[in-house]
């Protein structure tokens, strides 16, 4: 099975920084990742697909790279309808995996 | 617009049996693979299921091989999970999903 470590696992910022979570991949999965994001209570929100292509209507703000093994998700100027817990997916084999989640919390 | 609504969650005991359902509207069903994710109370998540769009290829999870069915019925434009030999372990959020567009869920509690 592939491994996806993700960090952190938590993280305090404030509004107006940017951040960036790390997914890594036991071994290489091109770019068959995911990012989703869930605020409490709700589904998971697909924030971005193929490790760096934007879902539509999601804010420009948001950016994905990577390729193979290591991936991040950055966030360039952080807003307060994004503090979130936030969750990789690699879905180039089965089973599919996620990471464990960053829980992204107000400083 | 797309819609994927669950149902059929709710308490059962251990031992138990349960069928989601995950009714699905705004796109061509039958074109997609479609997955069942789960979330337990306060933790990640976890792929269960997935089933190709004409039911060709199912995988499971280890944790429900043998004890967890997917099955669809593209005329009816629906998705379902079989659950059977219930465990305090299965208790989650069940999502039903294409990978871009999740349904709200539906809670299954083994107690």
Known sequence: ?107 | EVQLVESGGGLVKPGGSLRLSCAASGFTFRSYFMTWVRQAPGKGLEWVASISSSSTYIYYADSVKGRFTISRDNAEDSLYLQMNSLTAEDTAVYYCLRLDFWGHGTLVTVS
């Open chain 1, 1 to 107: 099975d592939i491994q996806m470590t993700q960090s952190p696992s938590s993280l305090s910022a404030s509004v107006g920084d940017r951040v960036t979570i790390t997914c890594r991949a036991s071994q290489g999965i091109r770019n068959d990742l995911g990012w989703y994001q869930q605020k409490p209570g709700r589904a998971p929100k697909r924030l971005i697909y193929a490790a760096s292509s934007l879902q539509s209507g999601v804010p420009s703000r948001f950016s994905g790279s990577g390729s193979g093994t290591e991936f991040t998700l950055t966030i360039s100027s952080l807003q307060p309808e994004d503090f979130a817990t936030y969750y990789c997916l690699q879905h180039n084999a089965y089973p599919y995996t996620f990471g464990q989640g960053t829980k992204l919390e107000i400083k």
